[in-house]
């Protein structure tokens, strides 16, 4: 692959930067501050939707979104895209000024590829202008979700209507404010073949039945105000129509939807991992132990240099890794999406763990981005499947490829 960026990849790219210069890092406190004191919790500040405007208003809007989706987004490859998602994950906040945050992103793709029409004037619409937020109901409680044929909830047709039952929880985005649909995955004939029981559909969050029962912490943080709800669906009635593709294709929409997904977290935490290597260099210069500033002390140059190449090996993984699925497909290209799923949160947290180190106590407080990204890159390991899934799986196509 070619490991130069296009000329219009590095346009966008310092767009993005100057833009993140200009307007989140200045505030990025202020942000904090005030999710903090707000009393309501899954309010979002009214400073983001200022935020949103000036990117729409700098065409810096809904990047994510491939060619295909023209003109709704920027037209961009999985690589192109790849450099611009990695300054967004540098601030935990700021995908969502570009409109380019999970599972907002996951959802419109889904919609956008497997929706009807009704679905996405509906839906699709007012994501796409970043006016109502989204949610994924998956995981569940009671059984290992990391395989999805195990899900309970059950969707039953009656009708013209489909009536839903289950506990759903670590659903990122419902307990938003801004939340305004789900998309849950249910089983719809348990008698079919195993990877044709599962179907999605959507759930508007208001509909009667819908209780969002309390929020997940993720390694003690909320992540207000997007959060992580647990949620519970009985006897849910919604029209027929709002099946996504068809009865038993749940597998199918949900495999169209994880590759980008998956690759996009992988981007993001890269930039966390980048943003903690920087502050930490910032660190050492300013800190004196011993009789001499901690850049001068040989066990902080290596773990410097050990940071270094873990981001730097993993943004090359990652940067094939999109390139891989721009020529060949997700499907062909499943190998490396798993690898770098594999590769990049364990980097991310190795690298933000020593950053924590070299800043001592304040690492760990209220007073650095660190211990949040650290829980972030560590709750990754397990969001869109925990690491032995995809170690498990590519292991055995490794296997097989070499005996074929």
């Not at 068809?246 to 991992?273: D, N």
């Not at 001499?292 to 066990?299: I, V, Y």
Request: net charge negative.
């Amino acid at each position: 692959m070619n490991f130069d960026y296009s000329e219009k990849t590095l346009a966008l790219l310092e767009q993005v930067k100057n833009f993140m210069d200009e307007h989140v890092y200045p505030v990025e406190q202020q942000y904090h501050d005030l999710v903090a004191n707000n009393p309501n919790t899954w309010r979002t500040p009214e400073i983001m939707e200022d935020l949103k405007a000036k990117a729409k208003n700098a065409g810096l809007w809904n990047l994510f979104l491939p060619k295909e989706y023209l003109p709704h987004g920027a037209g961009l490859t999985n690589l192109e895209y790849a450099p611009l998602c990695e300054q967004m994950g540098r601030v935990l906040f700021s995908a969502e000024i570009f409109n380019c945050s999970a599972p907002d992103t996951g959802n419109m793709e889904v919609l956008a590829k497997y929706g009807n029409e009704e679905q996405k004037t509906q839906w699709l619409e007012p994501l796409l202008a970043g006016e109502v937020r989204s949610a994924f109901a998956m995981t569940e409680p009671e059984v290992a979700s990391s395989d999805a044929t195990n899900i309970e909830t059950s969707i039953v047709r009656d009708g013209d209507e489909y009536v839903i039952n289950g506990r759903k929880w670590y659903t990122s985005g419902a307990m938003n404010e801004n939340c305004r649909i789900l998309i849950v995955m249910g089983k719809t004939d348990t008698n079919a073949a195993r990877h044709q029981q599962q179907s999605q559909i959507l759930v508007p969050l208001d509909t009667k039945g819908v209780t969002v029962l309390r929020p997940m912490s993720a390694m003690g943080y909320l992540d207000e105000p997007i959060g992580h709800a647990e949620v519970l669906f009985e006897d849910v009635r919604v029209p027929s129509s709002n099946l996504v593709l068809g009865e038993g294709r749940g597998f199918e929409v949900a495999q169209g939807r994880l590759g980008p997904g998956r690759i996009h977290h992988c981007m993001r935490l890269i930039g966390c991992a980048q943003r903690a290597l920087d502050l930490a260099c910032e660190r050492v210069e300013q800190r004196v132990a011993f009789g001499k500033p901690l850049s001068k002390q040989q066990s902080v140059r290596e773990s410097i240099a050990q940071m270094y190449c873990k981001i730097e090996q993993a943004r090359l993984l990652t940067l094939k890794a999109a390139d891989h699925m721009d020529k060949y497909g997700n499907k062909v290209a499943k190998n490396i999406i798993a690898a770098i799923k594999i590769v990049a949160p364990k980097m991310a947290c190795e690298v933000i763990d020593e950053a924590i180190q070299l800043h001592g106590a304040a690492g760990t407080s209220q007073d650095t981005v660190l211990s949040a990204t650290l829980a972030y890159a560590r709750t990754i390991r397990l969001a869109d499947g925990p690491d032995q899934v995809h170690m498990m799986q590519l292991g055995r196509n490794l296997i097989q490829d070499q005996n074929t």
